[in-house]
């Protein structure tokens, strides 16, 4: 058994209660009561809360609720920098070591799947890409449309492009730019072999009926719009080009 102030990531007497579920679901709110519960903190998984220019439409946990708990993964890196799965994964983990060592429970609360995944069961390593690379493709993305980007990732990466969400553009720009950087295309780097964590998980995915969720989602983009949404993304409107800005509420307004 580690000692106090001693943990190692093989220790399964811990564990991360994963807490999943769509938008406006009521992640944060079982969240922060599971962790007063449990006293530990929470870890975002939310590839948006991270950014600290992205706050309305990102629906960050409340001022209240993080100076009541701590979170990580909130208000932690800039819209200039590069923050993806692989990213996440590492940062995770430290922090995971970094709470298991005062507490038997981890909190890890968010919405976004490749995230969660990545946590649970490692990512494939891909080479770095070269910035402007993916501004490049964002930009054409930005001028020519989802046509223009389908057509570019089925004739460069047709293996992808026949088992892709062919809807998604996050993925076909990933696709794109991962093709076009090392000339091997995004499905020749899955190896598809699971990290084994050596602490225990517990997932838990949150659901409601479809009429009630849309209606909370319609309540939550009234309440945003009041609280200066569409001054926030004029605000961002000249970085619309960055990664980070290629998210739902943002890319509409």
Same mark, same amino acid.
């Given at each position: 058994?580690? &000692? ?7 220790? %399964? ?8 579920? =769509?938008?406006?679901? /009521? ?33 960050? =946990? ?8 701590? %979170? ?21 983990? +430290? ?10 429970? @981890? ?17 494939? +390593? ?16 930005? !001028?020519?449309?989802? +046509?223009?980007?389908? &057509?570019? @990732? ?11 969400? &062919?809807?998604? =553009? ?21 190896? /598809?072999?699971?990290?084994?964590? /050596? ?13 009630? !969720? ?15 949404? @569409? ?6 409107? =000249?970085?619309? %080009? ?12």
């Amino acid at each position: 058994m580690p &000692q106090p102030g001693h943990f190692s990531l093989m220790d %399964h007497t811990k564990t991360v209660i994963i807490i999943a579920g =769509p938008t406006a679901v /009521g992640k944060t709110s079982m969240a922060m009561a599971a962790a007063r519960m449990l006293k530990t903190e929470i870890i975002s998984a939310d590839s948006r809360q991270c950014y600290r220019e992205l706050n309305i439409g990102v629906a960050k =946990p409340e001022e209240k609720e993080l100076k009541e708990v701590k %979170h990580f993964f909130v208000n932690t890196h800039s819209i200039h920098d590069e923050v993806n799965a692989v990213v996440f994964e590492q940062y995770a983990l +430290d922090v995971t070591g970094d709470i298991f060592s005062r507490s038997d429970y @981890v909190v890890m609360a968010g919405g976004t799947g490749l995230y969660l995944k990545a946590f649970c069961e490692g990512m494939d +390593d891909i080479p770095a890409i070269d910035p402007a690379v993916r501004e490049q493709i964002v930009r054409e993305y930005d !001028l020519q449309g989802l +046509d223009w980007l389908q &057509q570019q @990732v089925r004739e460069k990466d047709p293996v992808f492009w026949r088992l892709c969400e &062919q809807q998604n =553009p996050q993925r076909l720009m990933r696709a794109l730019e991962v093709i076009q950087s090392t000339g091997e295309s995004i499905t020749s780097y899955r190896k /598809g072999a699971t990290r084994q964590r /050596g602490f225990n998980i517990i997932r838990i995915g949150l659901e409601l009926p479809r009429d009630e !969720l849309y209606d909370r989602i319609n309540a939550r983009v009234d309440d945003m719009v009041r609280a200066g949404l @569409v001054e926030e993304a004029r605000s961002l409107y =000249p970085l619309r %080009h960055l990664n980070a800005l290629q998210t739902v509420g943002y890319t509409e307004l």
